[in-house]
């Protein structure tokens, strides 16, 4: 707590690790790559894991459990897949003490130990759509590590469903994207816009895949979740096929998609301020902390006595910190539960027990208000609703205020050389005028959007025709 | 489904076995020792999860992630703690497509990583006590291996708290100890004691080791749950030193304790029978299936009618399967779902319909019941009370009509080689005679039990003093 958060203005970078250390919300590990999501960290992640597996649940996915370990010969089954994932893996080679007949690779994601099983289980189109998530940790080996946003270990859910038909598979493929923007939106309180990526930047085996893409406080762009058309790469590779209505054989059709620890790094960068971490409150597991303030102890009867019934109100709703220690002043605690994004606090004086009011204090707007003692249940959850709103609001207006209509290719790199940001420019579709943008600029294709902007345009780098405009900005 | 379940009294290992893999429960993998765990067998450990998980949250613990690699003389550093896991470990040496300059070991358990961390984390009394739970996947190397019962790989729960004083330490790991007792007991329906493990038989690295034992119904020994008093081997280990109110440094105290997906494994091996699972009501996803049974177009529109209203009503409460399926008969239906467990069976026909009745046939006993249609949801609700409760106390009658109370080591031989069961007997303490009865009989000591039969006896083996009886049986 000695410690103080740099400001983003002064270096944005270390403005991001000072928040996630000093929140206690993870920690470098003496293990290269790999981070220790601490408890406030992990707490975010529950509440993750808890809202998208109940939505996972309600579209009639199932949770299941497959192997981390994947025999080298898998990985090798699918020739885009291993040429992608094989040079970032960890690799086993000795277990129980002997030497291995053949190494065995840490998963880095789960298709093709996922599609050897389903070639066990899929017979009949009666065994289809087969829908089965699976929450565990995958191993992606990094040179250049940053907390949350790319570790060598990483916490991930991937979905993996076999589909009778390439329509289905797609539908699917669409309709997790959507559940994936949904959550973004009404639960992280971030912006995203979907679409395709192009086919450079897509999953290594997939026909194609579509992306939700978000931005952050530096107006870089962060790539929040993934789904992927597998076509029948993989019932090709892994032979599955299923008997059809009609007795043909035919192979399945399959989709993959995944979100990671990764979203805790966005919801940190895309809400926080110098004072540390801001929760939006559906993803505070503790949205609201009470300091009760008192000086004599004549004083600190009355306060408490207050405080503690307004915290037994108040914890019939929601999981209340109740901060009464008295080795600590107000003003630490106050910068204390800042730091670690508690979204709202209300304080308690000998003057507010008179009046029966109580101070809150929003996390965001940093502004107090005075409210009244009576109906406060109600009130803090208004203002916990009115929180979440306005936080998804104010991420969507600076990212639409750094969002740029541009069909000049000097003025492209100009703003990438600047201050960044989304820019929206058409393209022709070609690997080239992708690749010159990116080492021109460093600023990638995010994704094709699905929605807006069909208009017949030039190819912001070779002037050839164009029917889309794609997001152009620098990743992380 | 064409299958069937190899009966209990013919093969009770086929028995198991086969009810594990036709209720779908889990799978054999192309990776040796390890197992995929379907969905219906990972519903059962999310139920797990969940309910330990608010067990542990009660009790003051919270949740965090630590790496799954841990570098090789991390895992050198206690040396009780490295002989016993070492030789089972599964190691990395390539990462990223080069050789490491240290192999990095998948963690069989994580004392060491956590403790690394801990040094970091704790400097004052402050810090402590420091109550950290981790849900993870974990490899420990087997050769002869079974269905969640022994797993190379296997998912579970650690905990790992430090402490300021040994008291604390020794009061927490008999709080968790009483924890996996009341939640074997109240929700697997499984009667377990608690009791101290002998020195042969503690965790490597541990002052000593408490357990919960729990009978299965061929009469061995499951060890459900354990709870370890580390002393401070670890902080030493890793020099852990906290200062204490007074400015004085100190050796910081520690527990771990765990279980696993090891519990999917005593519960179907405590309750099921010929006809497939049994599944306790509170560790069923989904307690009740109805299915509706009609013959003729015009039975079709009452039935269903009637059963569409009994399953809006009983969704309001239960995760209900309703089984309107046309193409299979209502006795394929029955053989499937009790295969899979459901604890309540509604069975709806024409005649039902008439009466405004409906059967009801409960899982464990296979009674058939006409119940009345009106107050169905808190008649079902009643039942599937009943059932849990009925579930224990059978579990428990078999457990103690089993366990026998035994002076005479011949006596302990010819049960062994007979029906087993548990044997309360005198032991002395020593390893020599604890091996003896190892080697003549496979049975080990499973614990010393905390409660009852605090008598003064003579040991069975050598005839030598001892204070207490121990339970011999064996073990999976």
Chains 1, 2 share one sequence.
């Not at 009949?124 to 929450?135: A, G, K």
């Not at 009046?355 to 249940?377: A, P």
């Not at 929206?424 to 690749?435: D, I, L, N, V, Y």
């Amino acid at each position: 707590m000695a410690e103080k958060v740099t400001p983003r203005s002064e270096d944005y970078s270390r403005w991001y690790t000072d928040i996630v250390l000093q929140a206690k919300l993870a920690d470098y590990s003496p293990v290269k790559g790999a981070m220790v999501i601490r408890p406030n960290g992990y707490a975010i992640w529950e509440l993750i894991q808890k809202n998208l597996d109940r939505m996972f649940k309600d579209t009639g996915h199932v949770n299941a459990y497959f192997p981390l370990l994947i025999p080298e010969s898998f990985m090798a089954k699918e020739a885009e897949h291993v040429e992608g994932f094989s040079p970032e893996c960890a690799v086993v080679t000795i277990g129980g003490g002997q030497k291995l007949e053949e190494n065995l690779y840490i998963r880095p994601t789960s298709e093709t130990i996922i599609w050897a099983m389903y070639k066990k289980w899929i017979m009949s189109y009666r065994d289809l759509p087969l829908l089965i998530n699976q929450w565990a940790n995958v191993i992606r080996w990094e040179m250049r590590t940053r907390l949350f946003l790319r570790t060598s270990e990483f916490l991930w859910q991937e979905g993996h469903t076999a589909h009778a038909t390439y329509e289905e598979a797609e539908e699917e493929t669409r309709k997790i994207l959507n559940v994936y923007k949904t959550f973004a939106e009404e639960y992280l309180a971030i912006p995203v816009i979907p679409g395709k990526k192009s086919d450079s930047e897509k999953f290594a085996g997939a026909l194609h895949t579509y992306s939700i893409e978000a931005m952050m406080q530096d107006r870089k762009a962060l790539q929040a979740g993934t789904s992927h058309n597998l076509g029948q790469n993989f019932a090709k590779a892994f032979d599955v096929q299923f008997q059809d209505k009609d007795g043909k054989l035919n192979f399945v059709y399959a989709t993959s998609w995944g979100v990671s620890t990764r979203l805790i790094g966005a919801l940190i960068m895309a809400h926080s301020d110098d004072r540390g971490l801001v929760l939006p409150p559906k993803m505070a597991q503790r949205p609201v902390v009470i300091v009760p303030i008192f000086r004599a102890d004549d004083e600190k009867k009355a306060v408490l006595e207050f405080a503690d019934k307004i915290h037994q109100e108040l914890k019939s709703r929601f999981n209340v910190i109740y901060d009464s220690r008295e080795q600590y002043k107000p003003g630490f605690k106050f910068a204390e539960w800042e730091l670690q994004g508690i979204p709202v606090r209300l304080e308690i004086g000998p003057k507010d027990v008179a009046n029966n009011k109580v101070v809150l204090v929003r996390r965001d707007t940093m502004q107090k208000e005075f409210i009244e003692r009576n109906g406060i249940l109600d009130r803090v959850t208004k203002e916990l609703d009115t929180m979440q709103k306005e936080l998804l609001e104010k991420a969507r207006n600076f990212r639409d205020q750094n969002t740029l209509i541009v069909d000049d290719y000097k003025k492209l790199r100009e703003i990438m050389d600047g201050d960044g940001g989304f820019v929206m420019s058409h393209w022709c579709g070609s690997p080239e005028c992708e690749t010159k943008v990116k080492e021109d600029t460093k600023a990638t294709i995010r994704n094709i959007p699905f929605a807006g902007d069909k208009e017949q345009g030039k190819c912001i780098v070779c002037g050839r025709d164009s029917v889309q405009r794609v997001i152009f900005a620098k990743a992380y």
